[in-house]
Nanobody, 128 residues
Framework: QVQLVESGGGSVQAGGSLKLSCAAS????????MGWFRQSPGKERKGVAT?????????YYDDSVKGRFTISQGNTRNSLYLQMNSLKTEDTAMYYC????????????????????WGKGTQVTVSS
């Protein structure tokens, strides 16, 4: 059984940084393609960053976070991280960890429905 648990969210002022963590338990084979998504009230869940480790660790980012956010994975694939720098008020959202997408590359980033496993989320609030 796969379980994903996010942590590291909180409140921060614009320009600050946060690092989100996702602890994954279960078959590590399912963690080769993982991602971070976010959702604000009244909006659809949207891809932030995805990581595919079987092709050497290819990362994909939404244009809104490129250069500011970095996705990474622990050596055993059981941990996923999202380093968020230069945070903006528009980054405020619930952030979710996801695993095992049926899609590849940037297609996975644009298709949250392709991910089979989800955590419950961690809230990030950025104030001006």
């Amino acid at each position: 059984q796969v379980q994903l648990v996010e942590s590291g969210g909180g409140s921060v002022q614009a320009g600050g940084s946060l690092k989100l963590s996702c602890a994954a338990s279960g078959d590590s084979v399912k963690f080769a393609r993982m991602g971070w998504f976010r959702q604000s009230p009244g909006k659809e869940r949207k891809g932030v960053a995805t990581l595919y480790t079987l092709d050497g660790g290819t990362e994909y980012y939404d244009d809104s976070v490129k250069g500011r956010f970095t996705i990474s994975q622990g050596n055993t694939r059981n941990s996923l991280y999202l380093q968020m720098n230069s945070l903006k008020t528009e980054d405020t959202a619930m952030y979710y960890c996801a695993a095992l997408s049926s899609r590849t590359g940037s297609d996975a980033l644009r298709d949250p429905g392709s991910f089979r496993y989800w955590g419950k989320g961690t809230q990030v609030t950025v104030s001006s």
